[in-house]
Every structure is written in C-alpha cells, then in structure tokens.
C-alpha cells in the first residue's frame, strides 16, 4: 500500500494549490488516487474530491480515534490505491493542548512526508529550515522539499544549492504565479461548488505541477509508506434515525464524509434536499440534519424558501428529529442578521437570533458531554469556528456541556426544544477510546 503527506512549516505556504495540482496530474496520469484532508477542515476536501475525482476524507489526530482513521486509511487505500493526505498548519502544530499535530498523523498512518516551502523570502537558509523539519521527531520521515513561489532561476539556483550541499531531496520547484491563488472568505477558501473557474483552476496546477515536479520521484517514495491493514469492528457515530433528511448545497455544505459514511454503514437511509432551492426534507425521514456552511451569506433566499420552512415546520410537529449545526443551528432560529444588519427570518424552531453585524471568532476543539435528553448518548469530539455572535436567546434546555481542548470548561452549549435541537459545535467523533 502507498501514502503520501503533503505537509508545509507554516500556513500561508501554497500546500493546497500544490495539492491540487498533484491529484489532477497523478489522477490524469491514471493512478488510483485516495484524497485525504488533516483536521477539521469542511472546504479543502470538496476542492480535493474535484481534483482527484475521488471522495476526500478528513483524518484528524486530535478529534478522531487512532482506530477510526486507521481503518478510514486501510479502506481508502484498498485496490493499490495511493492516499495523499494534505496537512493542516505547519506540520508540528497541534491544537491548544500540543496534541493532534500532521506529524502525528503522518507517524501513525507510516505516510512520509513532503515539505512545500514558500521560498519568497528565502535563498540559502532554507536549507537549515528544511534539516530542523527532517531532525525533529525520529518517527517523522520527511523525504524531501517541493520549493514555492520561487521568483527566478537564479533564485532557484541558490536554493537548491544549499538544499543539495545539505544532502536534501528536491522534488520540485515551483515559479510565483499570482493566478494559482484561490479566494477567501472569513472562514476559509470560498467553496468549491461557488468556483466558477474551478476546472481551469485545477487544471493550470496540475499543468504547472506535471512541468515542474518529479511525480515519478514522488509515487517512488509514497510507495514506501501506509497501513497495513484495516483495525475492522471500529464503532462509529450512532446515526441520528433510520431515513434521515440531510440538507445540501451552497449554504449547507460543512458535511464530513465519514460522519455520512458512518451512518450509512449502521444502515441508516441518507437522503439530501436543498433549502436554498426550496426543497422540503423527503416525506417519511425520521431525522433531519441541516450542517454547517454559509448561511449569512444567503439569508434572503433562506428567508423566502416557504416550502423549505413549512417542511420543516410540518417534520418537527410530527415529532422528527431535527438537529443543526453551526449553520444549520442559526437558521433554526428565529432570525439571523447579516452584516450589514439586515435581519432574515429564519425558521423559528428554536428561541435564538444571530448576528454577523457585530463579528466575534469562536476557534477551535471542543470536547462535548450531551446533557439529559439531548439525544446523544456518548461523549464526543467536536470544532468551533465561527464569526456570528448571539443576538438573543430564549428560554429553552441546553444540549452539552463543553470543555475546550486543554480540558477547560466552557459550560453548557446549545439549544433543545423537544425533538428540535442545535449548538454551534461540528461534530466529528465518539470521544471514548483516546490516547
């Protein structure tokens, strides 16, 4: 079996676009490619699974269980395919509690490593950059360098200088190109279902990636690493009923594959509607789910979707479980006020308002303890990020308590009326069985 991390010393550093480049190149060329994406990230995966054209999943070292991703790995890999996991951060930097780094990952799943450096304000030190990543940690094998934004040949020429001087491989060298740049927004990349541009995007990487990268060099290394075989039995998230309901698209589309794989394997049934299209969740689901995603940013379309909300409506007066995240937990509320301060009317299932005129960030893990009557029944792993802020809040039962990832208590979160419920908490593991 094979592997491959592509990790980076810091963000910032063009590992994504490098990534992107990679699996469009490697799957053109007609290797079986298995995508993966360390941490909680919901938007690279989707860029991912475009350019390889396979499902990316996420591998988090902190919030999922070693067993869990192991078998996540093994599975990925089955029928020699190569899994090419992008890094999150620099590749030693983990959450708050030091925990949960790339290079954890990368050590567990025996995938070796490969820097890409941003070499814009670099010439010969990078060299001693490079050898203090290689030296760090014995159970850590970074094989090697892909130089970034490299400004010219003899700019070039410098770096791999002293990279060879120090006996260090140089997979490839990439020149600064303003146009292998993606936009952002406040909480990351803009999706890769709102790029319009995706294709020529994907494809001018995997151009300038094929033109300027070893791929023979890199399939040679990635062959070296990789599990072994699937830990099998693994518990995964109970789902949340039998037929559920999930809402997908533009402003729903924070869902971690392996949350719906999870479920499907428990042999619950997964259907998807679009509130933005104004679509009702499917007639007979005993659950709903509505995700994370964007829905400051569509709150009129939300607002008028009258066969989205009377769905809705109708599915919690039957007694269907309907739970939100993030998102989907602002627009069960009663309101949500845009940043220009502009209030939408939302669904009005649960006694809250959001706000985005008054911007606040709330990051990171979160460790939850469901309360009584929540719904759950395990102790879970979890990620904030968000800017909203609340504007009010009624009357109505909390769903857990919350501690952050040093273990400090952050009290209770969420919002439960009978069988409608919500927090901002994205939801990504059982908590037992951790390191």
Not at 100 to 128: I, K
Not at 226 to 250: E, H, K, M, Q, T
Not at 272 to 282: G, I, N, R, V, Y
Request: net charge negative; proline share 5%.
């Amino acid at each position: 079996m094979s592997g491959l991390m592509i990790a980076a010393p810091a963000s910032g550093s063009g590992k994504t676009t490098v990534t992107l480049g990679l699996l469009r190149a490697l799957s053109d060329a007609g290797v079986a490619l298995s995508p993966g994406k360390a941490g909680p990230d919901y938007i690279d995966p989707a860029f991912h699974t475009a350019a390889a054209r396979s499902v990316c999943l996420n591998y988090d070292p902190w919030a999922m269980r070693p067993g869990l991703m192991v078998d996540n790995a093994a599975g990925q890999q089955r029928g020699d395919r190569l899994l090419l996991v992008e890094a999150m951060m620099g590749l030693f930097d983990g959450a708050a509690d030091g925990n949960g780094a790339p290079a954890d990952l990368a050590a567990m799943l025996e995938l070796p490593v490969v820097l890409v450096v941003d070499c814009s304000r670099l010439s010969h030190s990078v060299a001693a950059l490079v050898q203090g990543y290689i030296r760090f940690r014995d159970d850590v094998h970074v094989g090697g360098v892909i130089l970034n934004k490299v400004g010219s040949e003899r700019h070039e020429a410098m770096l791999r200088s002293a990279l060879e001087k120090a006996g260090i491989a140089i997979f490839g060298a990439i020149r600064h190109d303003p146009a292998l740049a993606l936009p952002e927004r406040h909480l990351g990349l803009v999706q890769a279902g709102e790029h319009a541009g995706l294709e020529a995007f994907v494809g001018r990487a995997a151009e300038t990636v094929r033109r300027s990268v070893d791929l023979e060099a890199l399939l040679a290394m990635a062959g070296q690493g990789g599990v072994s075989a699937a830990v099998g039995d693994v518990a995964r998230l109970p789902p949340l009923g039998r037929r559920i309901a999930v809402a997908r698209d533009n402003a729903f589309a924070f869902i971690y594959p392996h949350l719906l794989a999870g479920w499907s394997g428990q042999g619950a049934e997964i259907s998807f509607f679009s509130p933005l299209a104004d679509e009702a969740p499917q007639a007979g689901c005993d659950a709903v789910f509505l995700p994370g995603g964007y829905p400051e940013l569509h709150g009129a379309r939300l607002a008028d979707a009258g066969h989205f909300r009377d769905g809705l409506r109708a599915a919690a007066g039957r007694g269907v479980r309907i739970y939100g995240e993030c998102g989907g937990y602002m627009v069960l509320g009663e309101g949500l006020i845009d940043a220009e301060g502009n209030r939408h009317r939302m669904l009005g299932l649960l006694p809250l308002v959001t706000s985005f005129s008054e911007r606040r960030r709330q990051l990171g893990y979160r460790r939850l303890s469901p309360l009584p009557g929540s719904g759950f029944s395990h102790a879970m792993t979890a990620h904030e990020f968000h800017y909203s802020t609340v504007a009010r809040e009624g009357e109505a039962d909390r769903l857990f308590s919350v501690a952050d990832a040093t273990g400090q208590d952050l009290g209770v979160a969420g919002l439960r009326r009978d069988n409608v419920a919500g927090s901002y908490m994205h939801v990504i593991d059982l908590a037992e069985e951790r390191r």
